[in-house]
C-alpha cells in the first residue's frame, strides 16, 4: 500500500462565520457587517474570517467577534469573558463554489446575548450594524437583504436553531440579563418566534417548570406599571414539558 500522500489531495481554508442574535426593540435582529474587500465588497455579511493555524474553532469565533466587531462571547465549556455572550458551535458549510477565491469550508457558531450595545466596525469590515432578522432573511418570496457568500443560509440556520431551542431548554434566558422579570423572559420569546403569547399562561408555565427560575428576592418597575418580581436563570437545561411554538 502507498504511504499517505498530502500533496494528493486539494488544500483548503477553514473560516468561521457568526450567527449573532439579540433582542432590541423588541425584535430579533442579527449581526451584519459591510465588507472592506473583495470579493462581495460593499455587501452586507455576517460576521467572521479565517482561522490561524494556532488556534481552535471556538478561539478563532472568538477572536473575529471582536475584531470585527468589538463584543466578546464564550464557549460555554469555557470560562466567561466580556459581555458573557452565549457561543455554540452551530453547522459546517462546505460548497466548493461557496466562496470565489478558492475552496474553503466554513464552521459557524451561533452567538446570543442580552441586548447587546451597537457594534463597533474593525478588521476588515467598513461598519456594522444589528438588523431585524426579517429584514435579511427571504420569507415567503419576498427577497431579504441579499447577503454575502451563503450567508443568509448560515442566518436562517442559526436563527432557526434559536428558535427550536428555547422550546426544550433554557437559552432564552441567555437573552435576558442576569436578573429579569417573567415579562422580559416573554417578550424573549415573542421576539425570537415572532408570535404574541398569553402573560398569564406564560408565567404559569415558566415558574411552575423546576429549576427554570429562581426568584431574586427583589421586584424593578423598569418596564413600567407596578413593581414585578425578579427572576434570574436556574440550573435547568432541558425544559420538561417543553415550551412549544404556537403555529403561525
Known amino acids: 500500500m502507498s504511504p499517505y500522500d498530502p500533496s494528493a489531495f486539494p488544500p483548503f481554508a477553514v473560516t468561521v462565520d457568526l450567527v449573532v442574535l439579540t433582542v432590541r426593540r423588541h425584535a430579533l435582529c442579527a449581526l451584519v457587517i459591510r465588507r472592506g474587500e473583495q470579493p462581495f465588497q460593499g455587501s452586507w455579511a455576517l460576521p467572521g474570517g479565517f482561522v490561524r493555524g494556532d488556534e481552535d474553532l471556538s478561539a478563532a469565533a472568538a477572536r473575529e467577534l471582536s475584531e470585527e466587531t468589538g463584543l466578546s462571547a464564550h464557549d460555554p465549556d469555557a470560562p466567561e469573558v466580556g459581555n458573557g455572550a452565549h457561543l455554540e458551535q452551530l453547522a459546517t458549510y462546505g460548497d466548493p463554489k461557496r466562496d470565489p477565491r478558492m475552496r474553503v469550508v466554513s464552521v459557524a457558531h451561533l452567538v446570543l446575548a442580552p441586548d447587546l450595545p451597537a457594534p463597533r466596525a474593525g478588521g476588515d469590515a467598513n461598519s456594522a450594524r444589528w438588523a431585524p432578522v426579517d429584514e435579511l ?112
Open 137 to 248: 432573511l427571504s420569507v415567503d418570496g419576498q427577497t431579504g437583504a441579499g447577503l454575502a457568500f451563503d450567508h443568509e443560509r448560515i442566518l436562517a440556520d442559526g436563527v432557526e436553531r434559536a428558535r427550536s431551542k428555547i422550546e426544550y431548554s433554557s437559552l432564552a434566558t441567555a437573552f435576558c440579563p442576569p436578573e429579569f422579570t417573567v415579562g422580559e423572559l416573554r417578550r424573549v420569546y415573542e421576539a425570537v418566534w415572532g408570535v404574541a403569547l398569553d402573560p398569564r399562561n406564560f408565567h404559569r408555565k415558566v415558574t411552575g417548570t423546576p429549576g427554570f427560575l429562581v426568584p431574586v428576592g427583589g421586584t424593578t418597575t423598569r418596564q413600567g406599571g407596578r413593581p414585578a418580581q425578579l427572576f434570574r436563570a436556574g440550573g435547568a437545561t432541558l425544559l420538561n414539558p417543553p415550551m412549544l411554538r404556537p403555529e403561525v
